[in-house]
């Protein structure tokens, strides 16, 4: 694994790690701004589970899953699903870059962290595909899968977003500081 990420921090440009941001973000707002309204039009207000970042407990997600149309559970379950397990990996594909490019070193974290997202993501998808395809397990599994949510919020919305910022104000750091003759 460490000569994997040392070959990733040589072969990482940043124009690659652009375009690879640009499409992640193209895939958030696709779902965002035109999969998920198209869903929750009929949830009286209610966000999908995989948007709740408080969390939910069995009685909320039984309480989406009924008020949700026929429609809606189709847009979701095959639209948005399929689209929600590839989301994870194109974002962890960023951020690893990113760090694999900034911090060669410290290849434990920059491989860790982007599997835990996708690893969260990809368990939390699992156990609403189950809600919805199971409803009698409803209130056995919605702590589950609000405890994934949770985690991949933490992780993907503060500890890897912060880092990549961090990540890469270092790196024009370093730039300028090349430039200006100081290493």
Known sequence: MHEFYLALSQKAKWPHIAALYIAQNALFYLMTLVILPAVERDLGGLRVLDMAKQGYDGSYAAALISAMSDASKAIYLRVQMPLDFLYPLVMASVFLLIFAKVWPKYWHIGLALPLLLVVFDWAENACIIIMFTSPGIIGGLAPVSSFFTQAKMIVGDYA???????????AIFRRVR???GLL
């Open 178 to 180: 090349q430039k200006a």
């Open 160 to 170: 890897l977003f912060y880092l990549a910022l961090l990540s890469i104000g270092v």
